[in-house]
């Protein structure tokens, strides 16, 4: 398995303000995604990160909001920008193995809240 | 359009006991991989089980296994022997077309041991 970390674990943040999400992964990866989980609902897709590449966004996510940044093979950042309160919740980077393609792991997540 | 559809918002189970979370999908796509994830209180996503489309045998892993009946697309997971720790919040997942596209989540089951 890939063992994933993310910075920070949590955060508190006024509105109006950005937050840099950094996604760190042990070894090579196929694939990364961003998800966003809103307080009580399950999982959406945010953004496919592209290495080298500009990112594939969601219907309903788009770049200026959500900059993804994916430098190499095992990097990646999400920034949130111009929070607002709904824009609290846990974000959550994914990553699918190399040669492992029946098998993806999620970071452990940051909790986002925006007063 | 690809679905996922958990109809149990909660379930209750004695320690010891087993328990059956019901996950049924929809798509037209011959190749998929159907996944489980638990997530506890602390919000971390527990990748649990893996059963691809192609698979003639049920997944197993553990206390955990997968019930897959291709025809009535379902893919309900069955964790035998539950214990305290088991009570989290769990995910039933699907990737259509193995190629690495992203995951789609149901709404979760909130599973609950008592002792």
């Known amino acids: 398995s890939a063992v994933i970390s993310q910075k920070p674990s949590r955060d508190i943040c006024q509105r109006g303000t950005s937050l840099t999400i950094q996604c760190q992964v042990d070894?090579?990866?196929?694939?990364m995604f961003w998800y966003r989980q809103q307080p009580g609902q399950s999982l959406t897709l945010i953004a496919t990160?592209?290495?080298?590449?500009?990112?594939?966004?969601e219907s309903g996510f788009v770049i200026d909001k959500f900059p993804i940044s994916r430098p190499n093979l095992t990097f990646s950042t999400l920034t949130v920008s111009n929070m607002s309160p709904e824009d609290s919740s846990i974000y959550l980077c994914?990553?699918?193995?190399?040669?492992?393609?029946?098998?993806?792991?999620f970071g452990p997540g940051t909790r986002l809240t925006v007063l | 359009a690809q679905k996922i559809t958990q109809t149990q918002p909660g379930m209750f189970v004695q320690e010891k006991e087993a328990v059956t979370l019901d996950c049924t999908y929809d798509?037209?796509?011959?190749?998929?991989?159907l996944f489980w994830y638990k997530q506890p209180s602390s919000g971390e996503m527990i990748f649990l089980i893996y059963?691809?489309?192609?698979?003639?045998q049920n997944a197993t892993e553990g206390r955990y296994s997968l019930n897959f009946q291709k025809a009535r697309k379902s893919a309900n997971l069955v964790i035998s022997a539950s214990q305290l720790g088991d009570s989290a919040m769990y995910f039933c997942?699907?990737?259509?077309?193995?190629?690495?596209?992203?995951?789609?989540f149901g709404k979760g089951t909130t599973l609950s041991v008592s002792s």
């Open positions: 798509t037209s796509d011959p190749s998929y991989g």
């Open positions: 070894s090579q990866v196929t694939m």
């Open positions: 994914s990553v699918v193995p190399r040669g492992h393609m029946g098998e993806q792991f």
């Open positions: 059963q691809g489309s192609y698979d003639q």
């Open positions: 997942a699907m990737r259509v077309n193995q190629a690495g596209t992203a995951l789609i």
């Open positions: 990160a592209n290495q080298g590449s500009e990112a594939t966004y």
